[in-house]
Structures are given as structure tokens and as C-alpha cells.
């Protein structure tokens, strides 16, 4: 029997492989993340960016946040009332967040319609295919980052379409005056400035690969996946991701469109 650590067929034991390449845990992590969120705070603060604060409360929160969560997900996988719950919350959120960024009005909660529209099929058709194991570990992982794809669609192509409708709005006032339905005339100033939301989406899988190795990659690779299973699985997230970016954009520019999702004019 090889000795705990041995290498197999000139490959590092799984365990002993993990154990050397993942991230440890350790004071030493505390201090270079404390050093690199200071870095950035530093720098927007310097080159007046204007952001310096909420870069500082967004590092807190995430930490914060992952240190909950990583304790909670631990035995919300155990039971399915706490599962779907836990789901459910980080819906909500991503509503919360999506509809205030792109408006402070209270149509704010329109965003819950182009983020569901773009996650729910497809999670359901990998549920219904057998794809995605109905289990939390699996689910909450890729739900989360399906519906993090999709916040951002929505966040980007509602500011972007409602951005536009301010700017050229004697564009739109003009399609009014030739007789154009609301609707339209909306759409015609708005459509390609929204549809600028899927440019990440499109940049990333254009490149992977080639500029960049995403988290899933990276991630199965350093649990010990082969690096076909890791392409593989990067591949499923890249797609999926562009199927759920393209339904939110789509839907939230209908939203706008139909001045359902909208900001209100500043009294004077």
C-alpha cells in the first residue's frame, strides 16, 4: 500500500492534491484581503471615482454575508422546507437590488419578472432532464449563479433602456407625433441600448478559455475534476448563463417599454 501523500501514476493522491493547491484559511488570508479591499478603496477614493465608500461596505458585507452563509447552507441542504426558503431569499434580494439600482421609484419590484422569466425554465428543464440533482448542494450553487446572470442583465438593460429614454427624448416624442403607439416609440429609442447588457455575457464565453478561466473551472479543477469534466461543466454554466441573460434583457425592455418600469420626473 503507497504511503498517505504518495504520488499514483505520476499524479498527486486527490487528497493530498486538494489539500496542497485550495486556498487555506488562515490569518494570512484575513490580512491580504484586509490589504487588497483597502488597495481599492485607496485607489477610487484618489482617482475620484466616487465609489470609495460602497467599495469598502460591499467588501464588509461580502464578508459578512459568505460567513453566514457558509454556516447556514451546511444544513439547509438537510431539509427542504429551509432549502426553498434559502432560495426564495436569494430571489428576493436579487429583485431588491435589481429594481433599485434601476429605478427608486416604487415599480421597483417589476425586476422579480425578468429575473424569474430568465431562471426558473432553465432551472426546471435541467431538474426535469436530470442534469441538476434536486439536492441543496447542487441547486443552491447553480441557482445562485443563474440568478446572479440574471440581476446583472437586468440591472444593465433596464438603466441602459430608461438612460436612453431620457437622453433622446425628443426622439421619442417625435415617434409620438408620427403616430407611433407608446410602446413603440419606446422600443425604437431603447432596444439597442439595453441589448448593450449582454456584451459581458457575450465577451466572456467569446474568451474563455483564451483570456480568462472562469470560477467553475477553476473550482472543479482544484476539487480534483479532470480538466474535461471542468470544461464541461464551465461550458453548461457559460451557456445557461447566456440563455437566462438573453430572456431578462428581453423582458425587462419590455418592461420599459410599456412604462411599467420607469423614473419618476424630479419636481421642481
Excluded: K
Aim: glycine share 10%; aromatic share 4%.
Amino acid at each position: 500500500m503507497p504511503a498517505p501523500g504518495a504520488r499514483t501514476r505520476g499524479r498527486p493522491a486527490p487528497a493530498a492534491y486538494s489539500e496542497r493547491v485550495l486556498l487555506p484559511v488562515n490569518a494570512t488570508l484575513g490580512i491580504v484581503l484586509a490589504v487588497l479591499l483597502l488597495a481599492a478603496v485607496a485607489v477610487a477614493a484618489l482617482a475620484h471615482l466616487g465609489h470609495a465608500r460602497a467599495i469598502a461596505l460591499a467588501g464588509l458585507r461580502a464578508a459578512a454575508q459568505l460567513a453566514a452563509v457558509s454556516y447556514l447552507i451546511g444544513w439547509v441542504v438537510h431539509a427542504l422546507p429551509w432549502l426553498l426558503s434559502f432560495l426564495v431569499l436569494m430571489f428576493a434580494v436579487a429583485v431588491r437590488t435589481a429594481g433599485r439600482r434601476i429605478t427608486a421609484n416604487r415599480t421597483w419590484w417589476w425586476a422579480a419578472a425578468p429575473i424569474a422569466a430568465g431562471v426558473l425554465p432553465v432551472v426546471g428543464v435541467l431538474l426535469l432532464t436530470g442534469l441538476l440533482p434536486p439536492g441543496g448542494l447542487t441547486l443552491i450553487p447553480v441557482t445562485g449563479i443563474l440568478i446572479g446572470g440574471a440581476l446583472t442583465a437586468t440591472v444593465l438593460g433596464g438603466r441602459r433602456a430608461l438612460d436612453e429614454l431620457e437622453l433622446r427624448r425628443g426622439e421619442f416624442e417625435a415617434g409620438l407625433a408620427l403616430g407611433l403607439p407608446d410602446r413603440e416609440a419606446r422600443m425604437e429609442v431603447a432596444r439597442s441600448a439595453a441589448s448593450d447588457a449582454l456584451l459581458p455575457g457575450l465577451d466572456q464565453t467569446r474568451t474563455v478559455g483564451l483570456v480568462t478561466l472562469p470560477g467553475a473551472f477553476v473550482g472543479m479543477l482544484l476539487g480534483g475534476a479532470s480538466p474535461v469534466q471542468a470544461g464541461a461543466v464551465q461550458l453548461f454554466v457559460l451557456v445557461a448563463l447566456l440563455a437566462v441573460q438573453v430572456v431578462s434583457c428581453a423582458v425587462v425592455l419590455e418592461l420599459v417599454a410599456r412604462g411599467l418600469i420607469h423614473r419618476t420626473p424630479a419636481t421642481r
